[in-house]
């Protein structure tokens, strides 16, 4: 069975050819900044190209991550902070685009990266009981799997972990919904942006564990080990991968005076790449279609 993931993220596209369940290609569009509806369309077409999928005929099935809020069971987006190009947007309209087809396939799964990008992180790494996932890139998202089963709370996730208030003093940042103080105001890459600059290596290469935001994770995580209990967390996408070096630190402040709800001997790891949600995606569309997930 082939399979295509993609997902369309706050800055760029990212794609990922199954076939028989082993990840066979990946790729990753040019990058962007609050792309409109054209620009959103030429980066999926653009990333999908770079598979070759023509050298192996259409997918079979096709998962897709997209940021933003849709009505239940519909494929049609009605809102998006970081990506407004995709507001009005039919996505089954924008995979056929994207395929250069008629129309979509008819097995099309959409889901939330942070959902996706844990499937694939649990799945590689046979992760056992609960892990708590966080996707760190433009937004902030989350995701509990259980053995692999995803703990709904709100709408398809366990809640929304990158609105939680983590104010750190009297001047707390605004997000994009104008919320105050909340884990994305802090962490989120335009935020890191605005205090280090737009070099996304250099924002890596500055992050030091008291950087505001890399303080406001810490509280975040520190509530997260009350609510959540997880056996493992893992700090997924472009931010994730940048935070990697600090993981020491990080643990020692979360673990300092940590709850005695958390569980012993937790763990705390990142992502080993940008493409886990494009994978992520194609496994649970190969699994939806009777494949092998």
């Given at each position: 069975?082939?399979?295509?993931?993609?997902?369309?993220?706050g800055?760029?596209?990212k794609a990922?050819?199954?076939?028989?369940?082993?990840?066979?290609?990946?790729?990753?569009?040019a990058?962007y900044?609050?792309?409109?509806?054209?620009?959103?369309?030429?980066?999926?077409?653009e990333?999908?190209?770079?598979?070759?999928?023509s050298?192996?005929?259409?997918?079979?099935?096709v998962g897709l991550?997209?940021p933003?809020?849709?009505?239940?069971?519909?494929t049609?987006?009605?809102a998006?902070l970081?990506v407004?190009?995709?507001?009005?947007?039919?996505l089954?309209d924008?995979?056929?685009?994207?395929?250069g087809?008629?129309?979509?396939p008819r097995?099309?799964?959409v889901t939330?990266?942070?959902?996706a990008?844990a499937?694939?992180?649990?799945?590689?790494?046979?992760?056992?009981?609960r892990?708590?996932?966080?996707?760190?890139g433009?937004g902030?998202?989350?995701?509990?799997?259980?053995d692999?089963?995803?703990?709904?709370?709100?709408?398809?996730g366990?809640?929304h972990l990158g609105?939680?208030?983590?104010?750190?003093?009297d001047?707390?940042?605004r997000?994009a919904?104008g919320?105050?103080?909340?884990?994305?105001a802090?962490?989120?890459?335009?935020?890191?942006?605005r205090?280090?600059?737009?070099?996304h290596a250099?924002i890596?290469?500055?992050?030091?564990?008291?950087?505001?935001?890399?303080?406001?994770?810490?509280?975040?995580?520190r509530?997260a080990?009350?609510?959540?209990?997880p056996?493992?967390v893992?700090?997924?996408?472009g931010?994730?991968?940048a935070?990697g070096p600090l993981?020491?630190?990080l643990?020692?402040?979360?673990?300092?005076g940590?709850?005695?709800?958390a569980?012993?001997g937790?763990?705390?790891?990142?992502?080993?790449?940008?493409?886990?949600?494009?994978?992520?995606?194609?496994?649970l569309?190969?699994?939806n279609?009777?494949?092998?997930g």
């Amino acid at each position: 069975m082939t399979v295509l993931g993609v997902d369309i993220g706050g800055s760029s596209v990212k794609a990922a050819l199954l076939r028989d369940g082993a990840a066979s290609a990946m790729a990753r569009s040019a990058t962007y900044e609050r792309p409109d509806a054209a620009r959103i369309a030429a980066a999926l077409r653009e990333a999908v190209d770079a598979l070759g999928l023509s050298r192996g005929g259409p997918p079979e099935a096709v998962g897709l991550c997209v940021p933003g809020v849709r009505d239940p069971g519909s494929t049609v987006v009605r809102a998006s902070l970081n990506v407004p190009g995709l507001v009005g947007a039919d996505l089954r309209d924008l995979v056929a685009g994207a395929l250069g087809a008629a129309s979509a396939p008819r097995r099309l799964t959409v889901t939330t990266d942070a959902h996706a990008a844990a499937v694939d992180v649990q799945r590689a790494r046979a992760i056992a009981g609960r892990l708590l996932a966080l996707s760190l890139g433009t937004g902030v998202g989350a995701c509990v799997l259980d053995d692999g089963v995803a703990l709904r709370v709100t709408g398809d996730g366990p809640g929304h972990l990158g609105q939680i208030d983590v104010s750190l003093d009297d001047a707390p940042p605004r997000g994009a919904d104008g919320a105050l103080g909340t884990l994305e105001a802090y962490i989120g890459l335009p935020a890191l942006t605005r205090r280090l600059g737009a070099d996304h290596a250099a924002i890596a290469a500055s992050l030091t564990p008291d950087d505001p935001g890399v303080r406001a994770l810490v509280r975040a995580l520190r509530i997260a080990h009350a609510v959540y209990r997880p056996d493992e967390v893992c700090l997924l996408g472009g931010v994730g991968l940048a935070i990697g070096p600090l993981l020491p630190a990080l643990r020692g402040r979360i673990d300092d005076g940590l709850t005695s709800l958390a569980r012993p001997g937790w763990r705390l790891s990142t992502g080993d790449d940008l493409h886990h949600a494009a994978r992520g995606a194609a496994r649970l569309a190969e699994a939806n279609a009777g494949g092998t997930g």
